[in-house]
């Protein structure tokens, strides 16, 4: 059974790095067809796609992130990890990884993990 | 790459039917039949419940039906339920690589 848990520093300060690790269990994040996304989610809006990475490590980014942002694969410990760098206030949100199949379909989701901006 | 539109909220009563649209462009919904939605409940993370415009997971009630015409799409509940009410958000390949989220619609049962 397919599980990811979301994990990382909960509170950044402006212009710093946010860094969060997605904890893969059930399948191999490596498995040809995997692939895996991070999606977030500011407090009352709506849901925000920020990249995904294939199970070959090729990236793709939202290009309103795509100077600031990373997504790399941890094989040997089943992880994705997601940088953003320079970070301000609009970072805030929930973020959450998920499993990619293709076509827009993200069908399986961690819980989600609060990440704060602020002095 | 703006988020597709949704309305901010839509209610009904218990065994109606909801139709919930997702407005986007002729370079995204338009040219793609790729559309998803997602149900989220309060404190929760989303849950897949349609896929490529009609397609519904397995276990996902097929009270759950997608259809898109031109640069809308559109989730609709049938028989609706206690246990719809949640936010649902679409999404939709918008090219390039590149996936753009909807604003979201509060389904309230009544």
């Known amino acids: 059974h397919l599980q990811l848990q979301e994990s990382g520093s909960g509170l950044v300060k402006p212009s710093q790095t946010l860094s969060l690790i997605c904890s893969v269990s059930?399948?191999?994040?490596?498995?040809?067809?995997?692939?895996w996304s991070w999606i977030r989610q500011p407090p009352g809006k709506g849901l925000e796609w920020i990249g995904y990475?294939?199970?070959?490590?090729?990236?793709y980014y939202n290009p309103s992130l795509k100077s600031r942002v990373s997504i790399s694969l941890d094989r040997s410990n089943n992880q994705i990890s997601l940088n953003l760098s320079a970070v301000i206030a609009a970072d805030t949100a929930v973020y959450y990884c998920?499993?990619?199949?293709?076509?827009?379909?993200?069908?399986?989701w961690g819980q989600g993990t609060q990440v704060t901006v602020s002095s | 790459q703006s988020a597709l539109t949704q309305p901010a909220s839509v209610s009904g009563s218990p065994g109606q039917s909801l139709t919930l649209s997702c407005t986007g462009t002729?370079?995204?919904?338009?040219?793609?039949?790729?559309v998803s939605w997602y149900q989220q409940h309060p404190g929760r993370g989303p849950k897949l419940i349609i896929y490529?415009?009609?397609k519904r997971p397995s276990g996902v009630s097929n009270r759950f039906s997608g259809s898109k015409s031109a640069n809308t799409a559109s989730l609709t509940i049938s028989g609706l339920q206690a246990e719809d009410e949640a936010h649902y958000y679409c999404?939709?390949?918008?090219?390039?690589?590149?996936?753009?989220f909807g604003t979201g619609t509060e389904v309230t049962v009544l």
């Open positions: 002729s370079s995204d919904i338009g040219t793609y039949n790729l």
């Open positions: 490529e415009g009609t």
């Open positions: 990475i294939y199970h070959s490590g090729n990236t």
């Open positions: 998920a499993r990619y199949l293709g076509g827009s379909s993200f069908d399986e």
């Open positions: 999404c939709t390949y918008a090219g390039s690589a590149t996936y753009v």
């Open positions: 059930g399948v191999s994040i490596s498995s040809g067809g995997s692939s």
